[in-house]
């Protein structure tokens, strides 16, 4: 069975940072797509970043170009995502997801719990 478990989650000032963790239990781990989303309340759940197999390329939202960092430890098979420069518009529930194909922000089928992300002014 699948698990992609989340931590690292908390609150913190605007300014400050958190490092997400997501510690996957998947066969060939270095072989999937990984992503983060997030969702707010009372929004839709929107792409952060995510980081293809092979040569890692990395791809991420405009809203956290700059502040926000994704990278994998495939030995680990933990994804990471390195959060700088919070901001208040940054608080939401992330989740961690995998996928064998990615399509952009498509194509992930397997997904985390979630980690609350609080960010206070």
């Known amino acids: 069975q699948v698990q992609l478990v989340e931590s690292g989650g908390g609150s913190v000032q605007a300014g400050g940072s958190l490092r997400l963790s997501c510690a996957a239990s998947?066969?060939?781990?270095?072989?999937?797509?990984m992503g983060w989303f997030r969702q707010a309340p009372g929004k839709e759940r929107e792409g952060v970043a995510r980081?293809?197999?092979?040569?890692?390329?990395?791809y991420y939202a405009d809203s956290v170009k700059g502040r926000f960092t994704v990278s994998r430890d495939n030995a680990k098979k933990t994804l990471y995502l390195q959060m700088d420069s919070l901001k208040p518009e940054d608080t939401a529930m992330y989740y961690c997801?995998?996928?064998?194909?990615?399509?952009?922000?498509?194509?992930?089928?397997?997904w985390g719990q979630g980690a609350q992300v609080t960010v206070s002014s």
């Open positions: 980081i293809y197999n092979g040569e890692g390329k990395t």
């Open positions: 997801a995998a996928g064998a194909y990615c399509f952009g922000w498509r194509g992930f089928t397997y």
């Open positions: 998947l066969d060939r781990y270095s072989s999937y797509c």
